[in-house]
């Protein structure tokens, strides 16, 4: 009765948890409330009926508390190192390798519930085992590769080949069939193993190939989506083993996870499917308009001439400014501009970056006010009115040729309008395209100007010239 009621306590901080998290002002309370509600649901295994049973003061080896222990304690290391260690830059990768360790989790406690019943469960506890172990393997392939994408262990570009899609069909069909015979009254226990063994091989194969096909540029999406696989996981793993904080946090995270990934297809204009099996960025992608004029460039000197005179700036961030650490000079100087008079804000595209909300957190951790940071669609009608718009790392969010040229892989994807805006600066390490390979008529529009470098150095230099004033 009493951890039936620690675990409803958790599912209600759950749930309040991402209610929270819709806000920025209001994040930090739902993590600590989620955070809550997994500690009182990890204290309350402790008084599960197998775990007390577990307890045999002689065999330390079979005591279930120690072996919770251990994996608490080696959790809990490795957790504190990562968030201790881990930069903005590599979030993204980070949350990557979150989704994929939950999703071998649940797919470990599925393959365990099999080995303690290799003669086989009821036919709808080995569908679930079967759905935990294929989901969760999934995730935890596709994840680990959606890593080396976003760590530039390999190429970022889609990877593409002839019969793609009917391996994956071929790969599905062999993870059902594999899982009915599993599921199956009166099979033979060594004809399941192979059937389990067989499904756990395939699913990680199936995550790879998933994931292949998707750029870089779709990985805030992919990451989102990998989320809600990892949650369906979680249920299916509470399901099979009776947990009802499991199944309550699965779907959770599995619905607010599909909920995020179709707001995110949205914002690109594109749908799951063709986000899935299009191969955006598998081939070298350019405007079809041609080359354009040569961008031209100012020095950070010129710019606060420019800077000085305005009256409105707005801010449109980027993973650029995520790998300079630039968001703390990007709050000076906005304090210099606010007061030397002019008003500022922050445009921030929903699928800026490399992974949900990353410009959200990125500008959170400068101290940014939140009611300076605009959405898109907050933003873009009073565009026009912007005597500076600075773009600090951002490509396709900021490309025009999403509106003018038919032949582009982002025709159609609705972007932040910062061509709008009277003046443009656009700060860029250099010359070559952004994450997804596509070129950026925005550079070489007549009221945009480059500042080439670092970031963090250009904004720095700019913020020096007012105290030079």
Same mark, same amino acid.
């Given at each position: 009765?009493?951890?039936?009621?620690?675990?409803?306590?958790?599912?209600?901080? *759950?749930?309040?948890?991402?209610?929270?998290?819709?806000?920025?002002?209001?994040a930090?309370?739902?993590?600590?409330?989620?955070?809550?509600?997994?500690?009182?649901?990890?204290?309350?295994?402790?008084?599960?009926?197998d775990?007390?049973?577990?307890?045999?003061?002689d065999?330390?080896?079979?005591?279930?508390?120690?072996?919770?222990?251990?994996?608490?304690?080696?959790?809990?290391?490795?957790?504190?190192?990562?968030?201790?260690?881990?930069?903005?830059?590599?979030?993204?990768?980070?949350?990557?390798?979150?989704?994929?360790?939950?999703?071998?989790?649940?797919?470990?406690?599925?393959?365990?519930?099999?080995?303690?019943?290799?003669?086989?469960?009821?036919?709808?506890?080995?569908?679930?085992?079967?759905?935990?172990?294929?989901?969760?393997?999934?995730?935890f392939s596709?994840?680990?590769?959606?890593?080396?994408?976003?760590?530039?262990?390999?190429?970022g570009?889609?990877?593409?080949?002839?019969?793609?899609?009917?391996?994956?069909?071929?790969?599905?069909?062999?993870?059902?069939?594999?899982?009915?015979?599993?599921?199956?009254?009166?099979?033979?226990?060594?004809?399941?193993?192979?059937?389990?063994?067989?499904?756990?091989a395939?699913?990680?194969?199936?995550?790879?190939?998933?994931?292949l096909?998707?750029?870089?540029?779709?990985?805030p999406?992919?990451?989102s989506?990998?989320?809600?696989?990892?949650?369906?996981?979680?249920?299916?793993?509470?399901?099979?083993?009776?947990?009802?904080?499991?199944?309550?946090?699965?779907?959770?995270?599995?619905?607010?996870?599909?909920?995020?990934?179709?707001?995110?297809?949205?914002?690109?204009?594109?749908?799951?499917?063709?986000?899935?099996?299009?191969?955006?960025?598998?081939?070298? /992608?350019?405007?079809?308009?041609g080359?354009?004029?040569?961008?031209?460039?100012?020095?950070?000197?010129?710019?606060?001439?420019?800077?000085?005179?305005?009256? /409105?700036?707005?801010?449109?961030?980027?993973?650029?400014?995520?790998?300079?650490?630039?968001?703390?000079?990007?709050?000076?100087?906005?304090?210099?501009?606010?007061?030397?008079?002019?008003?500022?804000?922050?445009?921030?595209?929903?699928?800026?970056?490399?992974m949900?909300?990353?410009?959200?957190?990125?500008?959170?951790?400068?101290d940014?006010?939140?009611?300076?940071?605009?959405?898109?669609?907050?933003?873009?009608?009073?565009?026009?009115?912007?005597?500076?718009?600075?773009?600090?790392?951002?490509?396709?969010?900021?490309?025009?040729?999403?509106?003018?040229?038919?032949?582009?892989?982002?025709?159609?994807?609705?972007?932040?309008?910062?061509?709008?805006?009277?003046?443009?600066?656009?700060?860029?390490?250099?010359?070559?395209?952004? *994450?997804?390979?596509?070129?950026?008529?925005?550079?070489?529009?007549?009221?945009?100007?480059?500042?080439?470098?670092?970031?963090?150095?250009?904004?720095?230099?700019? /913020?020096?010239?007012?105290?030079?004033?």
């Amino acid at each position: 009765m009493i951890i039936n009621l620690a675990y409803i306590i958790a599912c209600v901080l *759950f749930i309040l948890g991402i209610k929270n998290l819709n806000k920025p002002s209001t994040a930090r309370k739902g993590n600590m409330l989620a955070a809550l509600g997994v500690l009182i649901a990890v204290v309350a295994v402790f008084f599960e009926n197998d775990v007390v049973q577990s307890w045999n003061a002689d065999n330390f080896m079979q005591n279930g508390y120690v072996w919770i222990i251990i994996a608490l304690v080696i959790g809990s290391i490795i957790g504190l190192i990562w968030s201790k260690k881990v930069k903005m830059t590599g979030m993204p990768e980070l949350v990557a390798l979150y989704n994929g360790f939950g999703g071998l989790a649940s797919a470990l406690v599925a393959f365990v519930q099999f080995l303690q019943a290799p003669e086989g469960n009821d036919a709808i506890a080995s569908v679930a085992i079967g759905i935990a172990i294929f989901i969760g393997a999934l995730a935890f392939s596709g994840s680990m590769l959606a890593w080396g994408k976003l760590s530039e262990k390999i190429t970022g570009r889609a990877i593409v080949f002839k019969g793609q899609n009917a391996l994956n069909l071929l790969l599905l069909l062999v993870v059902i069939a594999t899982i009915v015979i599993y599921a199956l009254p009166g099979i033979d226990s060594s004809i399941r193993f192979t059937a389990i063994i067989v499904l756990s091989a395939v699913s990680l194969v199936f995550g790879i190939t998933f994931v292949l096909p998707i750029g870089g540029g779709d990985m805030p999406v992919v990451i989102s989506l990998i989320n809600s696989f990892t949650g369906l996981a979680v249920a299916a793993a509470g399901f099979i083993i009776s947990n009802t904080v499991l199944i309550v946090a699965g779907c959770l995270v599995g619905a607010s996870g599909t909920i995020l990934t179709l707001i995110m297809c949205k914002a690109m204009n594109r749908s799951v499917g063709n986000l899935l099996f299009s191969g955006f960025g598998a081939v070298d /992608s350019g405007s079809g308009k041609g080359p354009g004029a040569e961008p031209k460039s100012i020095s950070a000197e010129d710019a606060y001439l420019i800077l000085e005179a305005a009256q /409105s700036v707005v801010f449109i961030p980027g993973y650029g400014m995520a790998v300079a650490q630039a968001q703390h000079v990007v709050k000076e100087l906005a304090e210099k501009l606010e007061a030397n008079g002019a008003e500022v804000n922050y445009a921030v595209h929903p699928v800026a970056g490399r992974m949900p909300g990353h410009m959200n957190v990125l500008l959170a951790e400068a101290d940014i006010p939140y009611e300076q940071l605009k959405t898109m669609d907050d933003m873009n009608p009073v565009m026009p009115t912007q005597d500076v718009a600075i773009v600090i790392g951002a490509n396709d969010v900021v490309n025009p040729a999403a509106e003018t040229d038919p032949s582009s892989p982002i025709y159609g994807m609705p972007i932040i309008k910062a061509y709008q805006a009277r003046t443009v600066f656009v700060l860029k390490r250099g010359k070559g395209r952004g *994450f997804s390979g596509i070129e950026n008529e925005l550079f070489s529009m007549p009221n945009t100007l480059m500042i080439y470098g670092d970031a963090k150095g250009t904004i720095s230099s700019l /913020s020096g010239e007012f105290n030079a004033e």
